[in-house]
């Protein structure tokens, strides 16, 4: 075996171990309202998400093409060596965050170790792809899944004013079983393209692919896989945080949560291509639903503490793959 391919396999083992922290890290985003209104059991609410999010990574590839197109590393080893610290980067940076529970992205977190890398070894970040579609998202995404959230929210009780209010939970606990399954659905298509994309990367820089094929299906599988187990392993102490210490959600307001973000996926990656954060989303979603209560609802010092791990997260993975590429550099022979 060759030392480029064993480097490739190394890089495509990480990269499945960073799909499969996504997937733990990420499974409140999809389920973490529909545990906390009590319309799904967490187990239920698991094996729910992790086959939505296997079948939703098969329904497109174009976040993949703009992720495997932030950076251009080059070919060769050295190229391998950046995606692998990119990956590591953003690992590091997901597993800090989940044992603090908060709700990070780990899709910013895996841009900016790709940049943080690709910077560090002299290579090429490609700030157009990078501002356009990653950077712009990153800030619009959370601000419209925040309006919608809390206009939605409006509307809803405006419509089912008259309603008893035991009845309407009643009917929303089963609709957030459809709306649970939309965001999981929107999370599969989302970061499982994330992990293809640099995969496919990887394979790139190695020689084993030419930059205008298409994605061979043994990726798409693989990564669908690792999230899919991943999201089933769960990631409580995120759950918690985001399905109840932002507030106390109930039914109407989690559908409606729910709804909002899986809708900002779809749009962002069939319209936009653009590979944004589905914490972010659904976060912002919650807390839009929320402040239709009352603002003071919110629990806004933990939003401002997930906030902060927002803006924290593209700099910290980008200095964490950085140093990674220094070590890797040392470590193995190029």
């Keep these: 075996m060759s030392l480029t391919l064993a480097i490739v396999i190394a890089v495509i083992v990480v990269a499945l171990v960073f799909d499969y922290t996504n997937g733990f890290h990420d499974a409140a985003n999809a389920i973490a309202t529909s545990i906390s209104t009590q319309a799904l059991t967490p187990r239920i609410a698991l094996a729910m998400a992790a086959v939505m999010n296997f079948v939703g990574a098969f329904l497109g590839q174009k976040v993949a093409q703009t992720v495997s197109e932030t950076i251009d590393p080059g070919v060769g080893n050295a ?57 712009i998202p990153m800030v619009l995404s959370p601000l419209v899944a925040f309006t919608l959230g809390f206009g939605v929210m409006i509307a809803i009780m405006w419509l089912f004013r008259r309603v008893n209010p035991g009845k309407a939970n009643s009917g929303f606990r089963l609709a957030q079983t459809i709306s649970a399954a939309a965001m999981a659905l929107g999370h599969g298509l989302q970061d499982a393209q994330k992990t293809m994309g640099v995969i496919f990367l990887a394979l790139l820089a190695g020689g084993y692919v030419a930059a205008d094929d298409g994605l061979p299906l043994w990726v798409i599988v693989a990564a669908a896989t690792a999230i899919s187990a991943g999201t089933y392993s769960g990631g409580w102490r995120i759950m918690r945080t985001l399905g109840r210490r932002i507030i106390d959600l109930d039914p109407p307001r989690g559908f409606a949560a729910e709804s909002v973000a899986a809708s900002v996926l779809y749009t962002t990656a069939y319209v936009f291509e653009a590979p944004i954060s589905t914490t972010h989303t659904i976060t912002s979603a919650v807390m839009g639903a929320g402040a239709s209560k009352r603002v003071s609802a919110v629990r806004w010092l933990v939003a401002r503490r997930i906030v902060a791990a927002w803006v924290l997260t593209f700099p910290m993975a980008g200095l964490a793959a950085a140093a990674s590429y220094g070590v890797l550099k040392v470590v193995v022979p190029t």
Aim: proline share 2%.
């Design 79 to 135: 190229a391998l060596l950046v995606v692998m610290a990119g990956l590591l980067g953003a690992i590091a940076w997901n597993l800090i965050t989940w044992y603090f529970g908060l709700p990070s992205s780990s899709s910013h977190a895996l841009i900016g170790g790709l940049v943080g890398a690709a910077l560090a070894a002299g290579a090429t970040a490609r700030w157009d792809v990078v501002i356009n579609k990653v950077v």
